[in-house]
């Protein structure tokens, strides 16, 4: 395959790295987000590599998320030098 032309988590094609201050991508996977709590009320989300997004993203997400489910849970992953 060919070396991807846009930014990835552990070099992977299969994981780009999104731009979260876009506020276009952020409404997306917000909407996203949203749209698993109302559709399945889920419990919770865990995010992955938490510390490679924009932390004011975050927020946001936090933010919208618990509009919806004051309770839900939300689980950042962030590894350091393990």
Do not use: C
């Not at 409404?27 to 995010?47: H, N, S």
């Not at 618990?66 to 030098?81: H, N, Q, R």
């Amino acid at each position: 395959t060919a070396d991807a032309n846009y930014d990835t988590f552990a070099f992977t094609p299969h994981m780009p790295k999104l731009n979260t201050a876009n506020p276009e991508v952020q409404d997306y996977l917000i909407d996203i987000a949203t749209y698993w709590i109302k559709e399945f009320d889920i419990d919770g989300w865990r995010l992955d590599v938490a510390n490679e997004v924009d932390h004011h993203f975050w927020k946001k997400f936090r933010a919208a998320t618990t509009a919806i489910k004051p309770d839900i849970y939300i689980l950042g992953e962030i590894w350091t030098s393990a």
